[in-house]
């Protein structure tokens, strides 16, 4: 089982879609069908929403942090034969929580223990903030960390900072980049990726999510775009992504754990050094 935590410290990313699609992609016939749960972390709803569902008289993830029900007591099946631990605005409450528990950024790790053998994937969706709790608890049960960052004027800004929070964290994962809303046709998205690959090297995906108006309809849909359209370019690029993050599984995968005291601008002090890397998968 390998636990990805998308994350980033502001919203309007493209960090829903990107866990939700590459959920749905990772789920598909076409990889293989593998078993796979997504994971909303976030009090808003949104992968949620993305997948048609609301969270049912099992619970949610709010009760599977509070101990009071298991995750297959809470997940629901969702389309993509996905498995969905659903959230709702109710999961806010865990903030308070947390000032009167011990150990609270625990809770998801111990809460998914169980699950090695049954699941393949776990797909976390975080909160637009990467200092809470509910993103600590992501980033303890993470295998790797994936920092989405939006091909937009300040993005880049945005994800050093969003970085330097990363490495500040006790927890140990491997640190990946998603570049998204990428739309070729402009020069600043342009420039955003080529500033991407320059900071980040091969943390990298090689695979850009462009902007495609089948994702928000897929998302208005409650639907993987892999189950309403998979011939699209957009879902072609989940695919591609899907490949890169399979690899992740290899042991000869390219960079590997993010420790803290990892210098922000020269990667970790152990494996390779960020030297440069192949260009993106964009047609």
Do not use: Y
Not at 132 to 152: F, I, K, P, Q, R
Not at 187 to 196: N, P, S
Not at 198 to 214: C, D, N
């Amino acid at each position: 089982m390998h636990v990805l935590a998308f994350v980033n410290q502001k919203g309007g990313c493209g960090k829903t879609t990107a866990a939700v699609n590459l959920a749905g992609t990772l789920a598909s016939a076409r990889a293989g069908g593998a078993r796979v749960l997504l994971v909303d972390l976030d009090p808003q709803g949104h992968a949620t929403l993305a997948c048609g569902r609301a969270p049912g008289p099992g619970g949610s993830l709010l009760d599977v942090l509070r101990g009071s029900a298991t995750i297959p007591d809470a997940w629901l099946e969702a389309p993509g034969d996905l498995k969905l631990l659903p959230a709702g605005p109710e999961l806010a409450e865990f903030e308070d929580d947390a000032v009167r528990s011990l150990e609270p950024e625990r809770r998801l790790r111990d809460a998914l223990e169980p699950l090695r053998g049954q699941l393949d994937w776990v797909l976390l969706d975080c909160p637009p903030r990467v200092d809470g709790v509910l993103t600590a608890n992501a980033l303890a049960a993470a295998d790797t960390s994936v920092l989405v960052v939006e091909t937009s004027a300040f993005a880049l800004q945005g994800a050093v900072r969003a970085r330097e929070l990363l490495v500040d964290s006790p927890w140990e994962f491997d640190l990946r980049v998603l570049a998204t809303l990428f739309d070729p046709r402009t020069r600043i998205a342009r420039e955003v990726l080529v500033a991407l690959h320059a900071r980040f090297g091969p943390r990298l995906f090689e695979t850009a999510i462009r902007s495609h108006a089948r994702l928000r309809e897929a998302a208005a849909r409650g639907l993987p775009v892999e189950v309403l359209s998979p011939r699209s370019r957009a879902a072609a690029d989940f695919r591609a992504l899907t490949g890169e993050v399979s690899a992740l599984l290899r042991p000869d995968a390219g960079p590997r754990a993010l420790v803290p005291g990892a210098t922000p601008a020269g990667g970790p002090r152990r494996g390779p050094a960020s030297t440069g890397r192949r260009g993106s998968v964009i047609p």
